[in-house]
Structure formats: C-alpha cells, structure tokens
C-alpha cells in the first residue's frame, strides 16, 4: 500500500510540470518557404484608397505584390506550353491571353470571364459598372459582356490591330496591299474610315493616344497619323533622325498619350506627337521605364550605369531617385501620382539582372524580393562549424560512459540562475527561453546546415536552413553555372566548395569559402562533359572533383600531389556513362592512368530505338538486405550500386493527332549496369506517355506517366530479386546475374512532374517517395504503399504485415509535407540524412523554394525540438525528494504503531 501511495503522490506531483508529446512533429515549424513570381515581363501600379498592389506578369504567371509588405497576394500559374501575353490593364482589371483562351481577370486574383477563341488582340471598356472586351480574331471583331459570350460582331474583316481611346475603338484595316483606320462607337457601328497612304515605307508602328506612330527600320524618318483626321499620313525627317546607325534596331516606347521615345543601343530620344513630331531631349539610358496605362507622360524613368532617375518633360529637370550597387538594371516599371497637396510620388519597381526585385517610393528603398531564388537548378547541403564548447554527439563512436560524460558535462553548462528564471516564468505562463546557441554553429544531430543553392543565369545563395536567412550571396554577369560540388566540409577544416560553369570566355571552376562567400580562385576549363566527387580512402574529409570534358579528357581539382595521390587510388573503379539525346545512344567509359595523365577509355555503348527521356542511379542505402515471407523463407534483394536506370519513349511529348492510337505510345525502363553496360532487366509499358518521372533506389525502381488507354495517371513499381540468395562471392558487374523481379501498377489522382526518394546515414529507417505533383504539393509515400506483394492471398499478406491491394492511390492531406505551400513547377529535389536515423533534410525548388526536415519514421529517435532538458532534471529531483519524504513518513507512522 505505502508503494501504491507513492507512485500517486509522483503522479500527481508530475502533473504539475508541463510534459510535451516526446514524438510531435512540429508540422510546419521549422520549414523555410519563398514564393516567388520569377523573371517579371509587365507590371502595373494598382492605387486605391483601399487598395495598393502591382500586378506583375512573366511568361506564364500573373500576379499581385503588396506595396507596403512585398508579400504575394495571390497568383495565377500556367503551365510553360505556352506564352502568357497581357493584351490589356485598366481599372485593376487585366485582360490577358494563353495560348487559345483569353482571360480576364480582377484586381483580387478572380476569374471575370474567358474566351474559349483565338484573338489577336483585345481591349478593356468599363463605363462605370460595365465591363466590356473587344475583341480581334483573325476574321471577326466583337465585343463581349461578362458571360463571355459576344454581344455584337462584325464578321469576314481584315482588321490586323485594335486600339482604344478615350472610349473610342480604332482598328488598323488591311486589304488589297492598302491601308486604312476603321473608328467605332462601343457597339461596333462604324464612325468613319481614314484611308492611309505611303504605310508600305512603315516597318515598325504603334498605336499611341490618339495618334499612330510608325518609322521605317533605321528610323531615319517616322510618320504620324492622327486617328480622328482624315488627312493622310505625315513624314518627319531631322537631322537627329539621320544620326542614328543603319544597323541598330530601334524601338518605339509609348510613354504616354503624346510622348513616345525611340531606343536604340543606350540612347533614348523623347518626342512629343501633340501637334507633330517634335525632339525633345535625348538621354543616355540602359533602360528606359515602361509606365502604367493611367501615365500622362509628364515624366519619363530611366536608369543608366550610375543610377536611376525621373526626369521632368514640362520643367526639363532630372531628379536622381537611386545609385546602382554594380549589378545592371534589366527593367524599370513606373507611375506617377500626383498627391493631394500637389506634389508628386514616383513609384518604381526595379528588375536588376541578378532579378531581385526592388521596390521604391521617391528616393526611398521600401523592400527587396529575390526572385532569382525562382530560377534555381541544384542545392547542397553544407555542414557548419563544429561548436567546441557545447556538447555534441558523434553517435558512431560513442560509448555509455562518453555519453555519460557528456550529458554531465551539459548540466554544468546549464546556467541555473537563467533556468530559476525560467521556473518564475513558467508560472507567470510566460515563454521559454531557449538555450543559447549560436545560429552558425552545428547543432548535435545535424538539422541545421547552410543550404547553398546556384542558379542558371550566374548567381549562388547560401541560405540558413533554420533561420531562412539569406546569409550571402554571389553574382557572376553574363555567367551560367552548371553544377556544385563540396570539396571541404567545417567539421573538419577550411569550408571549400566549388562552382562549375562557363561564359562568354570560356568554361572554368571557382573555389568558394562557402561559410563567408568569398571566391579564392578561379581555374580554367575546357568544355565540360560531366563532373563529380570521390572521397580518399584513407581519410574522408577530403575530396576530388573529377572533370570530363567534350573530348573525353580527364582533369581533377584541386591540382595537388594529394589531390593525385587520391585519383590513382581510385583507378580501375572511375566509371561513367553519358547519353547523346540525338543519337539514341548510351555510352560508358573507365578512367585509366598513363605516367601522370588521367585519360577515359569507351567500355560499352548501347543504340536505343527511342528517345531517351530521363535517367536515375541506383543507391545501396539499406541493412534490409532479404525480406521475410509468411512461409518462414526469405527472398534476397539484388543491390548493385552501379545499376542506373534508363527510360526511353516512343514519343518525347504528348502529341493531339487523331490518327495515333493507344498502342503507338509506350515508354520502355532498362535497368543497366553502368560499368559493364549489361542489361539486367526491361520494362515495356504499353500505351504510356509523357509525363513521366522515375525513382531508383536499393532493389526497386518506380515511374509514373500518362496512360493513353485508361486515361489516367499511373505508377509502375518493380523490384528486383536475386535467384542466387546469399552471396558468397563478392557481386561482378560483368557477371550476367540470374534475378527475378516483382511488378505491380497502381492509378493515382493527378500527374506527377519529379519523383526522389529519401535516404538516412545507416538506411534502417523506412524509404519514403517524394512525389512532386502538378499542383504543387510535395507527396512523402511510404514505400510499404507501394509494396508489389500486395495483391497476394490476404491471410498470408496479414503474415507478412503487408496491406491489401488497391488499384487506386489516394494522396491523403498527411501526406502532403508542404502543406499549402505549393512549389509550381518543380524541377529538382535535394535530400541529406542528418545524425538521426529517423530525419532526413529536404528541399525543393522551383518556380517556389521548400525546405523541411522529413522524418519517415515519425522521429522515434528525437525529443521534441522544443524540449528542454532543465525541466525533465528538475522533474526527476522533485520526484526522488517527494519519494525520500513519503518514505520517512511511511516509516515513522509504521514504528509509531509498531510502540502503540
């Protein structure tokens, strides 16, 4: 009884202390997530009393961005099979065209109405509630109400341009070789017809106010032609017009209702079409400004390579709005507003060529947005510093004793008089405070890294996995980066890694100090083949980038006797593959050394009679090395880490042709031993197209694509088997293997556009596959789902902990690791095991960028990331005191009554 008591007294005593769940996902706690917009082709100004926010456009995105926070309001992604084209913006509404479906669409992100027919060009008309679109097809003209469906037409016309003004619609009319200006009321009666003469001199035109403005391919003379005049088109020659070089291409730039500049090379020259064609000014300018529909053109943006500037028509004075910090300005988007006090603001949205993107009122800098971010094509994962004062874990060497140290070690560190604090604190239901650790430092198990990511138009970003900070970053005009590479990790020495890509002077390799952004060196190379890593034998911190060129020469980085000492180490394991897309072809080759030079020698070659489509390497990350049956029998896993598979399709895109039929798709998956070029095993999947993803990983390989005959999204899941069982002899890849293999297909809910699969440091943890789909959720799957021995007898299924077979694969919302944080477009996915078994890090770029922890096997390994060790001492103090006082009590009542 007096046990029982105590056990109640620590219940209860326990109770009072907060316990947090030991195994909680902090879902969405420590992800890091940019939205992005990317490289931005229009954007216009929309300010209202209740409302401040550009619409920005790309090729195949329309968008608003808050002018106060710089937060995505909301966006409209397209997929990239066609160019988004804006026709028209007035009153917060944009009228846009994709492909052949116009859209209109509000200032909040909703769908006004579409067009299901193909214009070439189109107007907005609000008069006051109404809103109205007129319409260009190649052989109609018609205006059309909020149904989208026409409400007046004019049929068989040879209209080639439509203009508005003023609520007055202009058509530019071509027919017999001559030209004319077509007027019209809003109900498409005609007001007049204005023939034009001499138009054939005219190569490039705009229509500008109430003006048409065109020039002839030098602009050494222009014409203007007012649209309500009938009198026929004027010419305008100066001798500022003769100045400019017959082989520049000069552009028109409407500015305005009477102003428009012609740019050509780094010159703009200004003029004024009010009453003619009248110069100006001429401006030396890398950019010109495009301005806001509502613009007066009382004031021009432009920038240059000092600055950027507003410059006044009326009072021909320049104000300087901003200094340019060396990086080009690529575009300028500007509005005026004139204030109730009379004066102006100038607002302007700066694209530089890095395409961050920055936002200015006046002289003032409101945020920036880095939309290169969007444009990322590979990541890496880079350890920081190990912290040597704090306690960390190296968990393969650890012994129990080291352990115990350690943890002691940690309750001498603990500052009690913060912890005391604490304890007030938590009474009072205030917050914790956290330990201190520095943000640069390595944490014990691994989480937090410096991500650093490189770009395809010559910019790299080391971001902070934990903070999402963006701790620095580089740009290299005019550069292309290809890929990166880790030479020498902080846990060990001096952080080094290299960047490999070309531009206009050539290919070459930069060394970085990874931790500080700082180039050490740059080496040039030939034209590079592919690249990659391999570790010294003898110690693993260091590494050798091997580099193949177009001619199949071999080099190596750093160029060092140790760097040399660790490629002749490897000679006779170097193989690799590269595929010719054109040719159909697969080829391998080894590496072999003569005296001091590395040279690559061609070992197989494989024709295919398809195109190639995708490739992925196998992995051996598993101690899962047979698999248990029912009947008390194991069947042994093939591993060959040298294996890569190899998707070929009859078809590189889905073509609409009423002549094909299901069967002339078909994509074929050969499992290929890439050193020896042997082919282990092939798949043909009959009626299959593209999209198409592919996953390789241990024993398996799994694919996805669009299935012509079903109509519906499937997954392929084949895993292979060896028929030798338990291997003596260690594994030859010019051995041809007898294997067998198990092969099950599953349907799925929507496309997928990537797949990988997770890895861990000892491969105990079950795989997880990630699948990236259409609409931008990244799915984590359970290889277990995938299982092909699903479709066995139930009763020995149940033995074997395997689940029943479903045709159909529901993506439930626990699946979905970011949530509502959509990644569109996906195009890689970078994964790293952490010092925890159950943890891997994840992140995923694209249009967007997603970073998250991904634990498959629910962190059985870990303590909450919150979890404070303070208080579990604490806790286990209170408890043993508590127990020492109800033992002394229990043990005085009971010599008490033994004297009674």
């Given at each position: 009884s007096s046990m029982k008591l105590n056990l109640l007294i620590v219940t209860l005593l326990?109770?009072?202390?907060?316990?947090?769940?030991?195994?909680?996902?902090?879902?969405?706690?420590?992800?890091?997530?940019?939205?992005?917009?990317?490289?931005?082709?229009?954007?216009?100004?929309?300010?209202?009393?209740?409302?401040?926010?550009?619409?920005?456009?790309?090729?195949?995105l329309l968008g608003s961005i808050n002018m106060k926070t710089s937060e995505i309001e909301w966006r409209k992604v397209f997929p990239d099979e066609h160019k988004l084209e804006v026709l028209d913006h007035k009153n917060g509404l944009t009228l846009c065209k994709y492909g052949d479906i116009t859209y209109l669409f509000s200032g909040n992100g909703d769908l006004v109405f579409h067009i299901d027919r193909t214009i070439i060009d189109g107007r907005i008309m609000v008069k006051g509630q109404e809103i109205r679109v007129v319409a260009l097809t190649k052989n109609n003209l018609f205006v059309t109400a909020v149904n989208g469906v026409p409400e007046?037409?004019?049929?068989?016309?040879?209209?080639?341009?439509?203009?508005?003004?003023?609520?007055?619609?202009?058509?530019?009319?071509?027919?017999?070789?001559?030209?004319?200006?077509?007027?019209?009321?809003?109900?498409?009666?005609?007001?007049?017809?204005?023939?034009?003469?001499?138009?054939?001199?005219?190569?490039?035109?705009?229509?500008?106010?109430?003006?048409?403005?065109?020039?002839?391919?030098?602009?050494?003379?222009?014409?203007?032609?007012?649209?309500?005049?009938?009198?026929?088109?004027?010419k305008f020659t100066s001798s500022f017009l003769g100045q400019i070089p017959a082989d520049e291409n000069v552009q028109i730039i409407t500015l305005g209702?009477?102003?428009?500049?012609?740019?050509?090379?780094?010159?703009?020259?200004?003029?004024?079409?009010?009453?003619?064609?009248?110069?100006?000014?001429?401006?030396?300018?890398?950019?010109?400004?495009?301005?806001?529909?509502?613009?007066?053109?009382?004031?021009?943006?432009?920038?240059?390579?000092?600055?950027?500037?507003?410059?006044?028509?009326?009072?021909?004075s320049t104000l300087e709005l901003f200094r340019t910090s060396g990086i080009p300005i690529k575009n300028i988007f500007y509005k005026s507003i004139k204030k109730a006090g009379g004066d102006m603001s100038h607002q302007l949205l700066v694209q530089k060529n890095d395409l961050s993107l920055e936002y200015r009122s006046n002289q003032e800098l409101r945020w920036i947005r880095e939309e290169g971010l969007s444009k990322i094509i590979q990541s890496g994962f880079f350890s920081l510093p190990v912290d040597t004062s704090s306690l960390q874990y190296d968990l393969d060497n650890l012994s129990y004793l080291d352990r115990i140290l350690m943890h002691w070690k940690f309750i001498q560190e603990i500052d009690w008089i913060d912890t005391v604090s604490?304890?007030?604190?938590?009474?009072?239901?205030?917050?914790?405070?956290?330990?201190?650790?520095?943000?640069?430092?390595?944490?014990?198990?691994?989480?937090?890294?410096?991500?650093?990511?490189?770009?395809?138009?010559?910019?790299?970003?080391?971001?902070?996995?934990?903070?999402?900070?963006?701790?620095?970053?580089?740009?290299?005009?005019?550069?292309?980066?290809?890929?990166?590479?880790?030479?020498?990790?902080?846990?060990?020495?001096?952080?080094?890694?290299?960047?490999?890509?070309?531009?206009?002077?050539?290919?070459?390799?930069?060394?970085?100090?990874?931790?500080?952004?700082?180039?050490?060196?740059?080496?040039?190379?030939?034209?590079?083949?592919?690249?990659?890593?391999?570790?010294?034998?003898?110690?693993?911190?260091?590494k050798v980038i091997v580099i193949v060129d177009t001619d199949n020469n071999v080099d190596y980085f750093p160029k060092n006797e140790e760097s040399l000492e660790i490629m002749k180490s490897h000679v006779g394991s170097l193989h690799y593959y590269l595929a010719n897309s054109n040719e159909f072809t697969l080829t391998g080759y080894r590496v072999v050394v003569r005296d001091r030079t590395f040279l690559s020698e061609e070992t197989w070659r494989k024709a295919f009679s398809e195109q190639i489509i995708s490739i992925d390497q196998f992995d051996a990350n598993s101690n899962k090395l047979a698999k248990p049956l029912a009947n008390k029998t194991v069947i042994w896993k093939y591993f060959n880490p040298n294996a890569i598979a190899v998707v070929t399709s009859k078809r590189s895109y889905i073509e609409d042709i009423p002549s094909l039929k299901p069967d002339d798709y078909g994509i074929t998956v050969y499992i290929i031993d890439s050193v020896s070029g042997i082919v282990l095993h092939r798949i043909n999947q009959q009626h299959a197209t593209l999209p198409v993803s592919i996953a390789a990983s241990e024993n398996w390989v799994t694919f996805s694509y669009w299935d012509t005959k079903t109509h519906a999204y499937a997954l392929n899941i084949v895993e292979i088997y060896d028929n030798e069982g338990w291997?003596?002899?260690?594994?030859?890849?010019?051995?041809?293997?007898?294997?067998?293999?198990?092969?099950?297909?599953?349907?799925?809910?929507?496309?997928?556009?990537?797949?990988?699969?997770?890895?861990?440091?000892?491969?105990?943890?079950?795989?997880?596959?990630?699948?990236?789909?259409?609409?931008?959720?990244?799915?984590?799957?359970?290889?277990?789902?995938?299982?092909?021995?699903?479709?066995?007898?139930?009763?020995?299924?149940?033995?074997?902990?395997?689940?029943?077979?479903?045709?159909?694969?529901?993506?439930?919302?626990?699946?979905?690791?970011?949530?509502?944080?959509?990644?569109?477009?996906?195009?890689?996915?970078?994964?790293?095991?952490?010092?925890?078994?159950?943890?891997?890090l994840v992140v995923c770029t694209g249009l967007d960028y997603f970073f998250a922890p991904v634990t498959g096997g629910k962190a059985y390994d870990r303590l909450e990331l919150s979890f404070d060790e303070r208080y579990l001492i604490i806790a286990i103090l209170l408890a043993l005191v508590v127990l020492y006082l109800t033992r002394m009590f229990h043990d005085g009542k009971l010599v008490k009554k033994l004297w009674t």
């Open positions: 326990l109770l009072l202390v907060e316990v947090k769940g030991l195994y909680k996902e902090d879902a969405g706690k420590y992800d890091l997530y940019f939205k992005n917009v990317g490289d931005i082709t229009n954007a216009y100004f929309d300010v209202t009393p209740h409302k401040k926010q550009i619409i920005v456009t790309t090729d195949s007046t037409e004019i049929k068989n016309v040879n209209f080639i341009q439509l203009h508005e003004f003023n609520g007055r619609i202009y058509v530019l009319k071509k027919e017999y070789n001559e030209y004319s200006i077509v007027g019209f009321k809003n109900s498409l009666k005609i007001e007049f017809t204005n023939l034009l003469s001499n138009i054939d001199l005219i190569e490039k035109w705009k229509f500008t106010g109430e003006n048409l403005v065109g020039s002839d391919m030098t602009g050494d003379m222009m014409f203007l032609q007012n649209l309500n005049s009938k009198d026929s088109l004027r209702e009477n102003l428009i500049a012609l740019k050509w090379n780094e010159i703009a020259a200004l003029f004024n079409i009010k009453n003619g064609i009248d110069l100006l000014k001429s401006i030396d300018c890398d950019t010109i400004g495009k301005v806001s529909s509502s613009n007066k053109g009382n004031y021009v943006a432009f920038s240059n390579k000092i600055g950027g500037y507003v410059l006044s028509v009326e009072e021909d604490d304890i007030l604190n938590y009474f009072n239901r205030n917050t914790l405070k956290k330990a201190n650790e520095s943000i640069m430092k390595k944490d014990r198990f691994g989480l937090r890294n410096l991500i650093v990511s490189i770009t395809d138009f010559g910019k790299v970003y080391a971001i902070h996995s934990e903070s999402g900070e963006i701790i620095w970053d580089l740009y290299y005009e005019g550069s292309t980066f290809l890929e990166i590479h880790l030479l020498q990790s902080a846990d060990y020495s001096d952080p080094r890694c290299v960047v490999i890509g070309y531009d206009q002077e050539g290919y070459w390799i930069k060394l970085l100090n990874y931790m500080e952004g700082l180039e050490i060196s740059t080496t040039p190379l030939e034209e590079v083949a592919i690249t990659w890593s391999i570790t010294s034998k003898n110690d693993f911190s260091k291997r003596t002899k260690p594994l030859s890849s010019f051995e041809v293997p007898s294997l067998y293999t198990l092969q099950q297909s599953y349907s799925l809910p929507r496309a997928v556009n990537y797949m990988q699969t997770t890895y861990t440091r000892r491969g105990i943890t079950n795989k997880q596959i990630l699948l990236g789909t259409i609409d931008g959720s990244i799915i984590s799957m359970d290889k277990r789902i995938l299982d092909p021995r699903r479709s066995i007898d139930p009763a020995q299924a149940m033995a074997e902990g395997v689940m029943p077979y479903q045709t159909y694969l529901d993506f439930s919302p626990k699946m979905v690791i970011n949530y509502y944080n959509k990644v569109e477009r996906l195009n890689n996915i970078e994964i790293v095991p952490t010092d925890l078994e159950s943890t891997s």
